[in-house]
């Protein structure tokens, strides 16, 4: 079955998230995948959706009053495999450019593959989480990289394994 | 529980605290290894009293260890007694060189930090530990065994004097929080 890319952004408010869902329903999009959050007082939506057309959608979020919209048509794409072992990375330090970049660079050189990332601005305090898929016996490895990145950033980093406890 | 905490009150370290400013991240002492004290030297006992009148003007603190207000020194206070999530509670205590020797129990909880005040964040703490630390004067050790939220506040006291925050340890991506302001 088809499937849709779908973006929504704009300032948060009180009923968005309705909003937004409503008008999917509206034209019978089921929401698959989704997630929602908000960056800095934007209201942030991403879903992949099935059931519906792209102009359909379109045409169903144009009403919402202030926010950005994107639909687009995609092929589904099947889960990757889960290659390698759960990881998290921890960085925080003074703001400044480029530390997203730089951490991002030296995980994906260790074959490291980032499944999920926040990161937070908080006055002068800029923090970033990543979880990350290691290849087997590649940790250490990636450990002294990022300690090197880290120090030339001029932030803290710590990577450690993720726990799942399956219960 | 030792009898030497028991009997352990702020008052036997025999001078006034001064209340200090606490110090937020990114500051560099939050990520160094705090040193190992002499706990009989005057200045850590100094620091032991200004800690505790630190943590008492602080609302809502129940721990605070000498990297927050700027000594790179493996030294803290704790006080958990009012807290709704505390079983266990050896009231007010400063311990120094502190290690956590057992640790069972692990669970999940959410933990704020003054030194990072926007932000929350889900940690795995062990809810049994057993902490050997001396105590700040007489050097006398102690050997604590504790549990709930007075062994989780150990636990980030300790990891701040080894230049730790809760940032390095939180559960995942989703397990930072912004720190919800109520008027
Ligand atoms: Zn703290």
């Not at chain 1, 016996?137 to 799942?164: I, K, N, W």
Request: some cysteine.
């Amino acid at each position: 079955m088809n499937e849709l890319a779908i973006t929504v952004i704009g300032p948060d408010r009180t009923g968005i998230v309705a909003e937004v869902s409503e008008a999917l329903a509206g034209v019978g999009a089921n929401l698959s995948d989704s997630t929602m959050t908000r960056l800095r007082g934007h209201f942030a939506m991403t879903l992949i959706c099935t059931g519906a057309a792209a102009e359909d959608v379109e045409k169903a979020l144009a009403p919402l009053q202030g926010v950005l919209t994107t639909v687009r048509a995609v092929a589904p794409e099947a889960d990757a495999d889960v290659a390698g072992e759960p990881y998290l990375v921890s960085v925080h330090g003074a703001d400044r450019l480029g530390i997203v970049a730089a951490v991002t660079r030296v995980v994906a050189a260790a074959g490291g593959n980032i499944t999920d990332l926040t990161t937070r601005l908080t006055g002068p305090l800029y923090v970033l989480i990543a979880e990350v898929d290691v290849p087997a016996g590649r940790a250490d490895d990636l450990a002294a990289q990022l300690a090197v990145a880290a120090q030339e950033l001029g932030v803290e980093v710590t990577l450690r394994r993720a726990e799942s406890d399956v219960l | 529980m030792s009898d030497a905490l028991a009997d352990w009150k702020p008052d036997v370290l025999g001078v006034e605290g001064k209340v200090l400013p606490v110090v937020t991240a990114p500051a560099g002492v939050l990520s160094s290894e705090g040193a190992e004290v002499d706990p009989a030297d005057p200045a850590v006992v100094q620091l032991a009293a200004d800690l505790v009148a630190t943590m008492r003007v602080s609302p809502g603190c129940v721990g605070l260890a000498a990297p927050q207000v700027g000594v790179g020194a493996q030294v803290f206070v704790v006080d958990v007694t009012e807290h709704p999530k505390t079983v266990t509670a050896h009231g007010t205590f400063v311990l120094c060189n502190a290690r956590v020797v057992e640790a069972s129990r692990w669970r999940p909880g959410r933990e704020g930090c003054m030194s990072v005040p926007d932000l929350t964040g889900d940690v795995k703490r062990a809810g049994r530990v057993v902490v050997e630390a001396v105590l700040p004067g007489t050097g006398e050790p102690v050997r604590l065994t504790t549990d709930a939220f007075e062994a989780r506040a150990l636990q980030h006291e300790i990891d701040h004097c080894a230049g730790k925050l809760f940032l390095d340890r939180v559960a995942g991506a989703h397990a930072i929080y912004q720190r919800k302001v109520y008027l």
